[in-house]
């Protein structure tokens, strides 16, 4: 089955004028930032590009067909000698009035090609900056990935792992808003891992089939590794962002954590538990988790539980300790761009 990534165009892989809506000259095609890099991440992951865009009145007066396929086609050029290119593109022409059965986010555009087109509904997804492209989405079947009008692209990581242990699915979108659709097997550790998602704004998706009937062990490692590295395929050069985090009280529990995504794996662990379980999961397991996470983040990771009496409390904030650490290590700071945050000029 295809892996799709449904793009909508304007406002999200090219800037959108505030003024008229439209891109109707070459001067006014604006190619917005982090595109070029994270469609090529894409192709690489084994997704196919499917456009999908409501473009209001081409072929009317105001906005001749030629004025539109001037842009798209230089558009399109320029992305094909980055070595990208879209299987297919869906552009409604109709203005919102014509009430069309085309028009985002009825799907009319992609009725026939979903009807034809064998499609990995739990992987694809679209990337769009209106709600109705949200709600296209959901129509589809698929998840939606909303961003700002003129944002950069945003940063999304894929990793799909097996083994004879476990088959794992990650999928991470470090620019998204804390949505997240988790399946482990383990619900205490869903839980944690939706707290994680929830409180870093990282949207996340992860379904692991595992060998739950030896133990927990193999999901929980495993899950970490794939987490690890479907966040630093995210992160790709790790260019301008702010690379640090830190610290979090869950009730009566004190969690200190620092974090640095600087390209070196080190977990540093000062905590113990009373209970064997909290929940369905094993509380050795969580130090293992951060672990593997660690290493395949390539990350410097220190978690202290400074005190605490219930478990459930103090192992909840290490996650969510963790979650805001990411949140801020992972944003990206317009003072330093392109820059790497470190005078080695290496991560």
């Known amino acids: 089955m295809k892996k799709i990534a449904f793009l909508d165009r304007d406002g999200v892989l090219i800037n959108e004028p505030q003024d008229d809506f439209q891109i109707d000259s070459l001067e006014k095609l604006i190619i917005l930032p982090n595109v070029k890099n994270e469609l090529r991440k894409l192709i690489k992951s084994g997704y196919e590009l499917v456009m999908v865009s409501n473009q209001n009145g081409i072929g009317t007066p105001s906005f001749p067909q030629e004025d ?51 499609i990995d509904y739990e992987k694809s997804f679209m990337v769009g900056d209106r709600e109705t492209d949200m709600q296209f989405a959901k129509n589809v079947g698929i998840k939606g990935y909303l961003k700002g009008v003129n944002y950069p692209f945003p940063r999304i990581g894929m990793i799909e792992r097996k083994t004879k242990e476990t088959d794992i699915f990650v999928q991470c979108n470090l620019d998204g808003q804390g949505k997240y659709q988790i399946d482990t097997g383990i619900k205490f550790f869903d839980h944690m891992l939706e707290q994680l998602s929830k409180h870093s704004l990282i949207d996340i998706t992860i379904k692991c089939n595992g060998d739950l009937k030896v133990d927990e062990h193999h999901t929980i490692e495993d899950v970490g590794i794939a987490l690890g590295e479907a966040l630093s395929e995210a992160l790709g050069e790790r260019k301008g962002i702010k690379r640090y985090g830190f610290l979090l009280p869950m009730d009566e529990a004190l969690i200190e954590v620092a974090l640095d995504l600087g390209g070196r794996s080190n977990l540093i662990f000062n905590g113990d538990f009373k209970r064997e379980f909290v929940g369905d999961m094993p509380t050795e397991m969580v130090k293992e988790f951060f672990k593997a996470l660690s290493d395949k983040l390539k990350s410097t990771i220190h978690i202290n539980v400074k005190y605490g009496d219930n478990e459930h409390h103090k192992i909840e904030g290490i996650f969510k300790a963790i979650a805001k650490s990411l949140q801020l290590a992972c944003k990206q700071d317009k003072r330093i761009k392109e820059e790497l945050p470190s005078t080695k000029e290496l991560i």
């Open 68 to 118: 539109f396929d001037i842009p798209q086609n230089e558009f399109e050029r320029i992305l094909k000698e980055n070595g990208i290119e879209f299987n297919e593109i869906f552009v409604c022409p109709h203005l919102p009035e014509e009430n069309c059965s085309c028009r985002k986010p009825k799907t009319g555009l992609v009725d026939e090609y979903l009807k034809n087109t064998e």
